[in-house]
């Protein structure tokens, strides 16, 4: 059965995306901890970020990092990196901009407004 991820990859769930290539997608996540918090993923389906084969690792931490910078640059904030791997069975590593005076901590309360407009603000465009 198809994680929740696959879902949204596939398109069967609505999500806030702010970045795809070929294998990896990126976006907000419903229950952020931060504005902006965004969960990149691989679009290859594995339980555990060690369960990737080489390739797919690679670009998923190639994506993290870019990803980072970007919401760095668009943010101001530093962007904090966590995986814990216990929430959904795909492997996954949430993307946390962290400044000191923003509010944080466990779902936030977000309208879908204010996610359509971090999205706008966040996505990712290839220069």
């Known amino acids: ?10 398109g069967e769930i609505p999500c806030y995306k702010i970045y795809e290539d070929d294998k990896t997608f990126a976006f907000l996540d419903i229950n952020p901890e931060t504005k902006g918090h965004t ?19 690679e670009a998923l931490m ?16 530093r962007t904090l990196w966590k995986v814990i791997g216990t929430d959904v069975p795909h492997a996954h ?7 000191e005076t923003w509010e944080h901590g466990r779902n936030l309360k977000l309208t879908p407004e204010e ?5 706008q603000t966040l996505e990712y465009k290839p220069e």
């Open 93 to 99: 590593v949430h993307l946390l901009p962290y400044d």
């Open 62 to 77: 190639s994506t993290v990092k870019k990803l980072s910078k970007h919401l760095e640059k668009k943010l101001g904030a």
């Open 39 to 57: 969960l990149v993923i691989p679009k290859n389906e594995v339980d555990k970020i060690y369960e990737l084969p080489d390739e797919d690792y």
């Open 115 to 119: 996610f359509e407009e971090i999205r």
């Open 1 to 10: 059965m198809p994680s929740i991820f696959t879902k949204i990859i596939n």
